[in-house]
């Protein structure tokens, strides 16, 4: 923050930080990114303790084969981690990307009018 005098002045990134359009963009983002990191993280969690509490369990073999259940949970850690992925992206595309758009051009316009 600048001082003039008695008075303060804001940047425009200070007054759009404050706006109640970036605090529903950043609540949009958490709504989505906590929840998800935290489903993930225990997914995560599971296959390790799995692994490492019940090796019995992920070493049964499927259907006759070499394949088994820790290596099929193994690959399924991929699975979700792409699948996140493009739902983040729709997610993005549909309730992050627009209103960001409008605070970035809302910032272009404030900064082009500073700049006359």
């Given at each position: 923050?600048?001082?003039?005098?008695?008075?303060?002045?804001e940047?425009?990134?200070?007054?759009?930080?404050?706006?109640?359009?970036?605090?529903?963009?950043?609540?949009?983002?958490?709504?989505?990114?906590?929840?998800?990191?935290?489903?993930?993280?225990?997914?995560?969690?599971?296959?390790?303790?799995?692994?490492?509490?019940?090796?019995?369990?992920?070493?049964?073999?499927?259907?006759?084969?070499?394949?088994?259940?820790?290596?099929?949970?193994?690959?399924?850690?991929?699975?979700?981690?792409?699948?996140?992925?493009?739902?983040?992206?729709?997610?993005?595309?549909?309730?992050?990307?627009?209103?960001?758009t409008?605070?970035?051009?809302?910032?272009?316009?404030?900064?082009?009018?500073?700049?006359?």
């Amino acid at each position: 923050m600048s001082t003039t005098g008695d008075r303060q002045t804001e940047t425009v990134y200070q007054e759009v930080q404050r706006s109640a359009a970036f605090a529903d963009l950043r609540s949009r983002l958490r709504r989505f990114v906590f929840p998800m990191s935290a489903a993930f993280l225990l997914w995560y969690l599971a296959y390790v303790l799995l692994a490492s509490y019940a090796p019995g369990f992920m070493a049964t073999r499927l259907g006759g084969s070499n394949i088994t259940v820790g290596l099929v949970i193994g690959l399924l850690q991929f699975v979700t981690t792409f699948i996140i992925t493009m739902v983040y992206v729709r997610y993005a595309d549909r309730r992050l990307d627009p209103p960001a758009t409008a605070l970035r051009e809302e910032i272009e316009a404030r900064r082009a009018e500073q700049a006359r």
